[in-house]
């Protein structure tokens, strides 16, 4: 078969679906210190969400999670409101005791407002972040300015040292463009040579200037990373790369499926400064047919929209019913879907090319990895599978 390195002690899957707290991304502003090109979040304008906005959709998240719920703080940018976070972070630990449940913390961050105060706060309550960086100071600044047009990479880096002595497991997360293509491995090595260990990488698929010039440019930065890759697990170190990682996951445990790992309202839902309710954060937009996804108000909670979407997002994407590749494939992210084509069912023909290219570079690592039965390899994705530090945030 063409993927030799499939377990036989197969391992299965977290119980994901049993015990997976109920999350709730709350967008506490729409403003933000920077202006990215790709941002997809509404107009910079400082719609905030109040307390007791906030309040209600905690209370919401742990009524409905079974046993334990999770917070993420989202934007714009959330550490605008940094004694927001402190309030409601309390809040929440508040009535999570009081209900006899546990409480996790998220945020999603620029990282460029964190001082040693915020460090300390996330440290202490195990608020796990997630902070865009974009690679080298060409690739960031390609995308990630300020309002005067600048490029924000050296603000950033400013602050690096200090967020990893407070957090070495930061989660760093790029959004690949086509300008960008060519730079990943100068990038990586340059995020490598700064601490930096858990790697999250996507493509924006939104981006309306992707050519077959810059596939072919994003495949031969892959194959390099590849090599990289390949030479830092050989020598034993901690390196997590998302983009390899996910595809190698996806063959030795579990195959994706819609509705398993896009949860799409079901178990995550993203909540506006306004207080309406949406299955994902993508949906928080000035799109005009964004409104067609709202799923209730925390005021008034879910209503049967919220069903329906569920249930059409677990349907089967037509174009990949006879593909090879699907379960491994993420066809499955419906808010993605309708970011480029309209429909969550309708897979952009991009990504498909994508993955199509991906997974079998994936592949060959996990093989000859396998082949080798390299030690860091096999208990990154067997043995210690269950303790692997999560890598999903938004
Ligand atoms: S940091 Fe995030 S919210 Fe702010 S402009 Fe960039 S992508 Fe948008
Ligand atoms: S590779 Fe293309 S056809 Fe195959 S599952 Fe993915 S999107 Fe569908």
């Known amino acids: ?3 030799s390195f499939i377990s036989t002690t197969y391992i299965p899957a977290r119980a994901l679906l049993i ?3 109920m999350k709730v991304i709350l967008h506490l502003t729409s403003d933000c210190n920077l202006r990215c090109r790709y941002c997809y979040a509404p107009a910079k304008t400082a719609k905030n969400m109040s307390v007791a906005t906030a309040k209600k959709a905690i209370d919401m998240a742990l009524e409905l999670g079974e046993r334990s719920a999770c917070v993420s703080y989202f934007g714009g940018e959330p550490l605008l409101h940094f004694d927001r976070i402190r309030e409601l972070t309390a809040y929440a630990l508040a009535q999570a005791k009081s209900l006899d449940k546990d409480m996790h913390f998220r945020m999603s961050t620029n990282g460029i407002l964190f001082d040693q105060t915020s460090l300390a706060f996330c440290r202490e309550h195990n608020i796990l972040y997630a902070i865009s960086l974009d690679g080298d100071k060409l690739a960031h600044d390609a995308q990630r300015i300020f309002a005067d047009g ?10 690096l040292d200090m967020i990893l002595e407070y957090n070495p497991h930061a989660v760093f997360t790029s959004v690949i463009t086509p300008p960008t293509a060519s730079r990943l491995l100068s990038s990586v090595e340059s995020m490598w040579s700064r ?3 858990y790697f999250v990488m996507q493509p924006d698929y939104t981006h309306p200037d992707w050519g077959i010039e ?3 440019r994003l495949e031969d930065s892959y194959l390099d990373l590849a090599g990289f890759y390949l030479e830092k697990i050989r020598a034993g170190q901690a390196f997590h790369f998302s983009l390899f990682d996910d595809k190698i996951k996806s063959h030795a445990h579990s195959p994706f499926a819609p509705g398993k790992v896009c949860d799409f309202g079901a178990k995550k839902v993203s909540v506006a400064p306004d207080g309406h309710i949406f299955p994902c954060v993508q949906f928080v937009s000035d799109r005009p047919d964004a409104k067609d996804f709202c799923i209730g108000h925390v005021e008034r909670g879910m209503d049967s929209r919220r069903e ?4 059409k997002n677990q349907q089967p994407r037509a174009q990949c019913v006879d593909c090879a590749l699907n379960g491994r494939c993420s066809n499955f992210c419906g808010c993605l879907n309708w970011q480029t084509t ?3 069912l309708k897979v952009p023909g991009l990504l498909c ?12 690592i996990g093989n000859e990895l396998w082949a080798e039965k390299n030690k860091t390899f096999l208990h990154k994705h067997y043995k210690d599978y269950e303790n692997r530090f999560p890598y999903a945030f938004d």
């Not at 600048?150 to 602050?159: C, E, I, N, Q, R």
């Not at 329906?308 to 249930?311: C, I, Q, S």
């Not at 090319?353 to 060959?364: F, G, K």
């Open 1 to 3: 078969m063409a993927f």
């Open 19 to 21: 015990y997976w707290p």
């Open 150 to 159: 600048t490029g924000s990479y050296d603000a950033l880096d400013a602050k």
């Open 195 to 197: 601490g930096i260990r």
């Open 214 to 216: 810059d596939l072919q």
């Open 308 to 311: 329906h979407l569920v249930a």
């Open 342 to 344: 309209g429909s969550i």
């Open 353 to 364: 090319a994508h993955e199509r290219m991906l997974i079998p570079i994936a592949d060959e």
